[in-house]
């Protein structure tokens, strides 16, 4: 069964997810052992890198909802999607990981002024949205159960708008709630997730409409950085095949 549920106007979900997903298999080998470093090495190698692929296949579990599907294409608001999938990864991620995570999640649209409320109050934006129903529950569209479970875990469907709620509020104490050079490290934890989560994810995206190139004057933020970015990912291939593990 085709499934045809979108994450860009002409691009599928599903394709989207399974090029971050190997884009992430380009790049992690490379931060690997910085990343253990700066955000936890205490945490079991498995359970780490297993976490930042949740991180990277789940970052855009937002786009699943009925009203973000139904939304797109057409000349209407997208809701926001960062939040829930950021409070899906602090229900099922251990701590130590959890939080700079989902606060990568979170900020992975900065570049388009929707951080405040996404930290703030993600649950007043669901109901604003109309992303839940009258029980709080997160309304899905219909066609994401046969997505499978690598795309769509079963656990999103017990999601309900406290979640997003006790992961706001915990990522402010994460963030906040500490001195200031274990708030310095967070920021760094959280820094070189959301580095990751950015490569793999614009690098994925590289042929939707809005990337492809224009005018010179547009081009910050926007097709030269994409551009950039496709060539970095594409040394990084070259460099591997030849055995080198380093740019």
Same mark, same amino acid.
């Given at each position: 069964?085709?499934?045809t549920l979108?994450?860009?106007p002409?691009e599928?979900? #599903?394709e989207?997810i399974l090029?971050?997903r190997?884009?992430?298999?380009? @790049?992690?080998?490379?931060?690997? #052992?910085?990343? +253990?470093? +700066?955000i936890n090495? #205490?945490?079991?190698?498995?359970?780490?890198?297993?976490?930042?692929?949740?991180?990277?296949?789940f970052?855009?579990?937002?786009?699943? $909802?009925?009203?973000?599907?139904?939304?797109?294409g057409? #000349?209407?608001k997208?809701p $926001?999607?960062? !939040?829930?999938g950021?409070?899906?990864?602090?229900?099922?991620?251990?701590?130590?990981?959890?939080?700079?995570l989902?606060f990568a999640?979170a900020?992975?649209? $900065?570049?388009?002024?929707?951080?405040?409320?996404?930290? *703030?109050?993600?649950? @007043?934006?669901?109901i604003?949205? &109309?992303?839940?129903?009258?029980?709080?529950?997160?309304?899905?569209i219909?066609e994401?159960?046969?997505l &499978? *479970?690598?795309?769509? !875990?079963k656990?999103?469907?017990?999601?309900?708008?406290?979640?997003?709620?006790?992961?706001?509020?915990?990522?402010?104490?994460?963030?906040?709630?500490c &001195?200031?050079?274990?708030q310095?490290?967070r920021r760094l934890?959280?820094?070189v997730?959301?580095?990751?989560?950015? +490569?793999c994810?614009i690098?994925a995206?590289i042929e939707?409409k809005?990337?492809?190139?224009k005018?010179?004057r547009d081009y910050?933020g926007g097709w030269?950085? @994409?551009?950039?970015i496709g060539a970095y990912i594409?040394?990084?291939?070259k460099?591997?095949?030849? &055995? $080198?593990?380093? +740019?």
């Amino acid at each position: 069964m085709t499934v045809t549920l979108y994450s860009a106007p002409g691009e599928l979900y #599903s394709e989207h997810i399974l090029r971050c997903r190997e884009k992430f298999n380009v @790049v992690f080998p490379i931060f690997k #052992s910085a990343m +253990i470093r +700066i955000i936890n090495a #205490s945490i079991e190698r498995e359970s780490f890198e297993d976490s930042l692929i949740k991180m990277v296949l789940f970052h855009d579990l937002g786009k699943l $909802t009925r009203r973000w599907q139904e939304n797109l294409g057409k #000349s209407r608001k997208l809701p $926001t999607h960062a !939040p829930i999938g950021a409070a899906y990864l602090w229900r099922v991620l251990p701590p130590g990981l959890k939080e700079p995570l989902s606060f990568a999640v979170a900020i992975h649209h $900065t570049d388009k002024g929707l951080l405040g409320d996404n930290i *703030e109050r993600p649950d @007043v934006q669901t109901i604003l949205e &109309g992303i839940v129903d009258n029980e709080g529950n997160i309304i899905w569209i219909e066609e994401a159960e046969s997505l &499978g *479970e690598n795309l769509f !875990p079963k656990e999103s469907l017990e999601m309900r708008i406290i979640d997003l709620k006790n992961m706001a509020r915990g990522l402010r104490l994460w963030a906040k709630g500490c &001195g200031l050079l274990d708030q310095h490290q967070r920021r760094l934890q959280a820094s070189v997730a959301h580095h990751i989560l950015k +490569i793999c994810d614009i690098s994925a995206a590289i042929e939707r409409k809005e990337y492809q190139k224009k005018e010179v004057r547009d081009y910050y933020g926007g097709w030269l950085m @994409v551009e950039n970015i496709g060539a970095y990912i594409d040394r990084i291939k070259k460099r591997s095949y030849k &055995g $080198t593990a380093y +740019i």
